[in-house]
C-alpha cells in the first residue's frame, strides 16, 4: 500500500501561484510513477500532470502546459505541483496519485485507470 496525502491548497486570486506537494508513505517511492489530476464541481476527473519514477520525464496536459510544474525528490518521498498564472477554470480539488513503474512512461499515464493508489485531495479556488 502506498499512501498519499496532498497539501497546499487554497484560495489565489487569478494571475496568482500557488504550490501543491502530496507526501507518500508506505511502499518504495521511486517505485512509482506520480500523476496531479484535478476535478472541477459537475466535471469529469481530468489529466493534470506525470512525473516519471526517476524524475527525468515528465509530460502536461495542453489546459496546463507552461503553467504548472511537476517534479519529485524521492530522498523526501514527495512530489510537486507548482502553479503560476492560475485561472478561475484551474479551480477544482487536485489529487495526486501513483502509477507503478512497471507501466513505461508514455502519454498512456494520463489515463486515471492506470493508477493505483490515490490521495484525498486539496482544494485549489481561484477567484477575485
Known amino acids: 500500500q502506498v499512501q498519499l496525502v496532498e497539501s497546499g491548497g487554497g484560495l489565489v486570486q487569478p494571475g496568482g501561484s500557488l504550490s501543491l506537494s502530496c507526501a507518500a508513505s508506505g511502499r518504495t517511492f521511486s517505485n512509482y510513477h506520480m500523476g496531479w489530476f484535478r476535478q472541477a464541481p459537475g466535471k469529469e476527473r481530468e489529466f493534470v500532470a506525470v512525473?516519471?519514477?526517476?524524475?527525468?520525464?515528465?509530460y502536461y496536459a495542453d489546459a496546463v502546459e507552461g503553467r504548472f510544474t511537476i517534479s519529485r525528490d524521492n530522498a523526501k518521498n514527495t512530489v510537486y505541483l507548482q502553479m503560476i498564472n492560475l485561472k478561475p477554470e484551474d479551480t477544482a480539488v487536485y489529487y495526486c496519485a501513483a502509477a507503478s513503474r512497471v507501466i513505461l512512461f508514455s502519454k498512456s499515464l494520463a489515463v486515471g485507470a492506470r493508477y493505483d493508489y490515490w490521495g484525498q485531495g486539496t482544494q485549489v479556488t481561484v477567484s477575485s
Open positions: 512525473v516519471a519514477w526517476s524524475g527525468g520525464n515528465t
